[in-house]
């Protein structure tokens, strides 16, 4: 079934660690997007890409780098984690064209101590 | 600075219409996204408006008016499994999506 996969589903992780959080989409498409979803907030854009080996600053980028090496994985990587960094994240991407509507994945629950 | 405002909360009956509200001001305007999330689950599309009017999907429909900065989401004969957030969203000059907060709508039998 054609979508987008995160990994992992949750995390609890100790404050100075390194973490990956993983991002793969089966869609083709173009555009990769990471958010993060605080209660109370919007979806706030951490960084993103319009294309396989580029990427962007969204408004919270801070903490945070991606890569994108190919079309379909966008590993999201916190350096070295802060509690503030707890919150749900969600790997989105689109095609571009059109409308360009971002469609999601599941989300990664990470909390960090 | 850049700003989408939304209820908090609303709540409505089954089998009712409720109309959820979203003003915005953004820097510069490509189109206006509403998205659903139910509790602990990822948003997913509803719909997208571009130009001024009504764009009806099923027992959806969201309306926009750019020049008043303003679009509703409507939702007819509501079922218990429309309690969700739903999310509205502009996309700015730069093609990035703006969010607001969500209104978590409550229905009740």
């Known amino acids: 079934i054609a979508g987008i996969t995160q990994a992992p589903t949750s995390q609890i992780l100790a404050a100075g660690r390194r973490m990956t959080l993983r991002c793969t989409q089966d869609?083709?498409?173009?555009?990769m997007y990471w958010y993060r979803q605080d209660l109370g907030l919007g979806l706030r854009l951490i960084h993103y890409s319009n294309t396989a080996g580029t990427t962007g600053k969204g408004e919270v980028p801070d903490g945070y780098s991606v890569s994108r090496a190919n079309t379909d994985d966008f590993p999201l990587t916190l350096a070295s984690a802060v509690p503030s960094q707890t919150s749900v994240y969600f790997c989105a991407s689109s095609d571009s064209v059109g409308t360009d509507t971002q469609y999601f994945g599941p989300g990664t629950r990470l909390t960090v101590l | 600075g850049q700003n989408i405002d939304q209820p908090t909360e609303m709540t409505a009956t089954e089998g009712a219409i409720v109309q959820i509200n979203c003003t915005y001001q953004?820097?510069?305007?490509?189109?206006l996204f509403w998205y659903q999330q139910h509790a602990g689950e990822a948003p997913t599309f509803l719909s997208y408006n571009v130009l001024d009017g009504l764009e009806e999907k099923g027992r959806f429909s969201s309306f926009l008016s750019r020049s008043k900065g303003y679009s509703y989401l409507l939702l007819k004969e509501l079922q218990m499994k429309d309690s969700a957030s739903y999310l509205c969203a502009v996309r700015d000059s730069n093609y990035q999506l703006i969010w607001g907060a969500g209104t978590k709508l409550i229905i009740k039998p």
């Open positions: 953004t820097s510069g305007f490509n189109g």
């Open positions: 869609m083709r498409h173009n555009a």
